[in-house]
């Protein structure tokens, strides 16, 4: 890292700092010391965070206790600030992968995906799992084949939500749906079916958008009482308008953390989305309803936004699949803009090859295309069609969480190794702690930008008491921490593009802790919990800060049943690999995956 000064960190030049095992500077742990706060302490908290005087001093000691201003606002580098993640591109062709031509609509596309699957006689049959999902090709065949209808699943589905809501239950799953238009999509996509004309395979497949992304008829509120009303919501983001445009049946909002300013999901609004492997948890944040609704079999897949872990965190908790394509891969009009430049459009889904379809449906550049976004490589997924893959891993931060998670994570590695004679690169990703604080000043400096107008007409005194704390630290950041934020964002896209000149990719856990309690005393007023924030956190933040891609695959569960995924970080634009590594992790680990406490079946009757 560097020498340890009155008002910063000197930091070496990129070049001399060793990126092997033996680097010789010390592993930062994060020094949270910040007690755990809800209800009424939180709100005298916050009473005085929001006191002009005595707030501004307060900020400048939480600052400095979380070693913001050491290490990032007085830390002395060399390096240029680099303000976006943008990546250049070169045209690589293997055989393991398709590429796909500009101009394809999102139905081709999600065809051309489907045409990457195994074919179904190399398929392992259902008696060989203990239990499984429901995919998105389960859907398309049942309807083609005349098993079941679109309208059928959705009565179903509208059946299933309203009994997840149910006093006892509180699953909190959504922040609105409407079920008349699910019931109109529906009969639509059975017309369509009836016809022998369905748009794609993903017509009539119910998928839920997280409510930080525009869908129509659904006002997007953030998770916030408040900002819907500022900004109305006139049309269908794109991500969204391509997946409706393949006939998906969009199924509602999903509940979120608000603002995606917390890492629990925990909000006082709307209620808590919770774990369906155990109520009494988290389901992680922000995309916590997303999460929540795949495990629960509502849908084989969701939309997210992961700005800080959003879309992989909670797919991790819920033992899903979670995948944060690289930056600008996914246009990311009609998203609310709260994170310019670490905020990415993502998926959740029960399956890796669902994954990929939805991916494939909703990726691409808009019109005219975009020099800077390549052609769109879709992985050709077979068992026997896995590359030779060195995996890149930096023993303490891989070791820095829980028991179960590391012996959990090192057994996955040892069967990948095992199964596929894939080898292990022992090296050194440094200042972990550093990025994790130089992100945490890019995301809440872009938010506070983006919705400063708005707060100042109110927004603040109508936000939960976590946001509101997290918003006056926000407001606190000057042009310093920013600007060298920025100069960190460089030097850590250069260590990473180092790191990638040894390895394929980078593997660690996901999170450093598995779900952990909603205490009672959150449910009205929102927690503070950096403790617990800073350890799931821990594993997410080079794919939003450095613009890179990411996915988390389930690979067990700890000693309470609670699920457990671990995480691939690619080089820019390697969407196509990560997932074919993905799918080999998931054929290694779906055999033992287990049912959910809640779970809904919408193809077989009850």
Known sequence: MGIIRDNGVVYKDV???????????????ADVKAPRMAGMIARLFVWILEMKLIGSVLLYFLKKNNRIQKLVSYGVMEDSPLYAPLHPYEDVTEEELKNLDH???????????????????????????????????????????????????????????????????????????DAQDILRQ??????????????????????????????????????????????????????VQRLRSCG????????????????????????????????????????????????????????????????????????????????????????????????????????????????????????????????????ILKPSNMPSIRLAKSNEWFN???????????????????????ETVEVTVPDIEVMRLAHYVTIGSECTASIAHHLEKGGRSKSGLDVRVALSIYGSFDSRDYLNAQRIRNRQ??????????????????????AYEIKDDAKKTGELDYVNGAALIRYSIAGNFLGLPAVTVPVGYDTLGLPIGIQFIGKPWSEAKLIQIAYAMEALCKADYKKPQVFYDLLTKS
């Open 103 to 177: 101009g394809l609509s999102p139905a081709e596309q999600a065809q051309q995906a489907v045409n990457c699957l195994p074919s179904s006689d190399t398929i392992l049959q259902d008696s060989y799992f203990s239990f499984r999902r429901w995919t998105i090709l389960d859907y398309s065949r049942a309807y083609q084949s005349r098993k079941i209808t679109p309208l059928v699943v959705a009565e179903r589905l509208i059946s299933a939500v309203v009994q997840s809501s149910s006093p006892g239950k509180d699953m909190s799953f959504f922040i609105s749906y």
């Open 186 to 239: 529906a009969t639509e996509s059975t017309l369509r079916y009836q016809r022998g004309k369905p748009i794609s395979v993903l017509d009539g497949v119910p998928i839920a958008v997280k409510d930080e992304i525009d869908c129509m008829p659904y006002p997007t509120t953030g998770g916030s009482k408040w900002l819907h009303k500022a900004r109305p919501c006139t049309e269908d983001a794109c991500c």
């Open 15 to 29: 070049n001399d700092v060793d990126l092997g095992p033996n680097y010789d500077e010390i592993y930062l742990h």
């Open 248 to 379: 998906a049946m969009l199924m509602g909002k999903t509940n979120m953390h608000e603002l995606g300013a917390g890492t629990s999901g925990i909000n006082p609004h709307y209620g808590t989305a919770r774990n369906p492997y155990d109520p009494k948890r988290i389901a992680g944040g922000s995309s916590s309803g997303s999460a929540a609704v795949v495990c629960a079999g509502l849908c084989p897949a969701a939309l997210g936004v992961d700005g800080g872990g959003s879309v992989r965190m909670p797919a991790a908790l819920c033992g899903v699949i979670g995948l944060k394509p690289s930056f600008g891969r996914i246009p990311h009009s009609g998203v609310l803009p709260l994170n310019w430049t670490v905020g990415m459009v993502g998926v959740l889904a029960g399956t890796v090859e669902d994954s990929l379809i939805v991916y494939a449906a909703i990726s691409g550049s808009t019109e005219p295309p975009q020099l800077t976004t390549p052609k769109l490589c879709l992985p």
């Open 493 to 514: 896209m250069r260590f990473h593009e180092k790191i990638f000149s040894m390895a394929d990719v980078i593997v660690s856990p996901m999170v450093g802790v598995t």
């Open 400 to 422: 820095d969480c829980s028991d179960d998670i590391r012996a959990c994570c090192l057994r996955a590695l040892s069967g990948l190794h095992k199964v596929y004679g894939w």
